[in-house]
């Protein structure tokens, strides 16, 4: 079992930052890949970020790539998603997500059937 929390969410101008934590309780963190989802309303889930075990690779969707970086530690249990030049509609619920199938190599977009563990979500409002 794998409890996920997020934390740094909030409300912020258009072309502003903010980085969002996942904070992971449970053992062997390394071997799940880790996502970021968000939600807009009355919107479907979507894909974000997600990263490798080790940390090594990454996928981006086309909306955030050269915008939003996520990384990892490890040793901390927690993945991050930086977020920078912030656009009104990136405005969303987000969500972290963690796949444990040891089958994610990071060549494509995490989907959502295949998450195991879902974290409560965090607020980002974009205000133009």
């Known amino acids: 079992q794998v409890q996920l929390v997020e934390s740094g969410g909030g409300l912020v101008q258009a072309g502003g930052s903010l980085r969002l934590s996942c904070a992971a309780s449970?053992?062997?963190?390394?071997?799940?890949?880790m996502g970021w989802f968000r939600q807009a309303p009355e919107k479907d889930r979507e894909f974000v970020a997600a990263?490798?075990?080790?940390?090594?690779?990454?996928y981006y969707a086309d909306s955030v790539k050269g915008r939003f970086t996520i990384w990892r530690d490890n040793t901390k249990n927690t993945v991050y998603l930086q977020m920078n030049t912030l656009k009104t509609e990136d405005t969303a619920v987000y969500y972290c997500?963690?796949?444990?199938?040891?089958?994610?190599?990071?060549?494509?977009?995490?989907?959502?059937?295949?998450?195991?563990?879902w974290g409560q979500g965090t607020q980002v409002t974009v205000s133009s």
């Open positions: 997500a963690a796949d444990g199938a040891l089958t994610y190599t990071a060549a494509q977009a995490m989907a959502v059937s295949s998450i195991d563990y």
């Open positions: 990263i490798t075990g080790s940390g090594y690779s990454t």
């Open positions: 449970g053992r062997a963190f390394s071997l799940y890949a």
